[in-house]
């Protein structure tokens, strides 16, 4: 299983990104996807959740509204859309076919300055 993130990067405050995750080694297409991100001395936490189909059903509170994910099933990919960034999001971000994100690949890191 290989899952790597990508697209992330140094932002202002308020910019957007959309983020990347490329995976192989699984049937991506029957997997309900995650997002997760590690900020700073802070602990793991899960801020997306894609169904199979493509349908968002989950978004951290602190994200949602600025935050939507999708995926392309055909290209075992998945993307993270983040609006109206705050340094808060600030962290490793990672894709993961799991929730606690215990099979997660490589982060991206996002930094959004103030």
């Known amino acids: 299983v290989q899952l790597q993130a990508s697209g992330g990067g140094l932002v202002d405050a308020g910019g957007s990104l959309t983020l990347s995750c490329k995976t192989s080694?699984?049937?991506?297409?029957?997997?309900?996807m995650y997002w997760l991100r590690q900020a700073p001395g802070k602990e793991l936490e899960t801020i997306s959740r894609?169904?199979?189909?493509?349908?968002?059903?989950y978004f951290l509170d602190s994200v949602k509204g600025r935050f939507t994910a999708s995926r392309d099933n055909t290209k075992s990919t998945m993307f993270l859309h983040m609006t109206d960034l705050k340094p808060e999001d600030t962290a490793l971000y990672y894709c993961?076919?799991?929730?606690?994100?215990?099979?997660r690949g490589r982060g991206t890191l996002v930094t959004v300055s103030s």
């Open positions: 894609i169904t199979t189909t493509g349908e968002p059903t």
């Open positions: 080694g699984f049937t991506f297409a029957t997997y309900w």
């Open positions: 993961a076919p799991d929730k606690t994100g215990a099979t």
